[in-house]
């Protein structure tokens, strides 16, 4: 990723207005902002989160706050807690979220 054409800047991401994403259970908060190619986000998952679809897209994610479980499409799951990160490419693993009891996460893709 080439990071183009962005002055510098800061964001108050409390003054940035969410948009509600309903999952296939509970719901995701996203608190957006694009920087050139790269839409950078605060997310929170409620409490019993399930995302409603597969997802092809590449991220890098930070766990902020509480505990996120990424499925891989393959079987696989991965349990991040507050500090942990993950990394995926583009079209690499299709992987879906879920929080039993909600989490916080930056994400930048």
């Not at 997802?55 to 902020?64: A, E, F, S, V, Y």
């Amino acid at each position: 990723m080439e990071l183009t054409d962005i002055p510098f800047g800061t964001t108050d991401w409390s003054k940035i207005p969410p948009t509600t994403h309903p999952g296939e259970a509970g719901t995701a908060y996203w608190h957006t902002c694009q920087f050139g190619n790269a839409r950078v986000r605060m997310v929170e998952y409620s409490a019993g989160y399930l995302a409603d679809h597969w997802c092809l897209k590449g991220h890098i994610l930070l766990c902020l706050e509480g505990q996120l479980e990424t499925e891989l499409e393959d079987g696989r799951t991965f349990t991040l807690t507050a500090g942990m990160s993950y990394q995926v490419a583009d079209n690499a693993q299709a992987h879906r979220s879920s929080s039993a009891k909600g989490a916080k996460l930056f994400i930048v893709d």
